[in-house]
């Protein structure tokens, strides 16, 4: 078993890891259980199960669990925000609000983290920010984001600030 690494030691590893989604379009965005944002980027797939074989997913996806997040959007010199609550009436919204970020490259992916702040942006071509600000005082036990990528690993940030990358082969 791969052990959890703490973020407050390891920032540019944990920024290191991610550089090679930088440049990726993202091609879908969806929600699972309710309000658990995906993005899913690079090459689309179908499935291999066969129940699921209808559906496409990205070579890279990054699924947020018990994560607040939001959208800036610049325009001009200015930036306005839609704070996005996750709740089951905001999905709706939310998936409108989304849109924009369909068929856009992905332009920076940086994780920031102080002794008792988190904050993972993602900035897309157009003047688009996707920020993730997880509570760390949430005891659900569950990540806060994952990121499944081409080459069989999954990263895994939190709970807490702690993260770990390893095989999905790997037993959890």
Request: proline share 5%.
């Amino acid at each position: 078993m791969t052990p959890k690494t703490s973020i407050a030691n390891s920032i540019l590893n944990l920024n290191q890891i991610i550089q090679p989604i930088i440049g990726e379009t993202c091609h879908q965005i969806t929600f699972s259980y309710g309000d658990e944002l995906q993005l899913h980027f690079g090459e689309m797939t179908a499935y291999n199960h066969p129940k699921l074989a209808h559906l496409r997913k990205g070579s890279w996806q990054l699924s947020t669990r018990a994560t607040p997040w939001y959208l800036r959007i610049r325009k001009g010199s200015f930036w306005s925000l839609s704070m996005l609550v996750n709740n089951q009436n905001a999905v709706e919204f939310a998936k409108i609000q989304l849109q924009c970020l369909e068929n856009t490259k992905l332009t920076n992916f940086v994780t920031l983290a102080k002794s008792n702040e988190m904050k993972i942006t993602l900035s897309f071509e157009g003047g688009y920010e996707l920020i993730l600000e997880p509570d760390l005082e949430d005891d659900s036990g569950l990540a806060y984001w994952e990121l499944m990528m081409p080459n069989e690993q999954i990263l895994t940030v939190g709970p807490g600030m702690f993260w770990e990358c390893k095989s999905i082969h790997e037993p959890y």
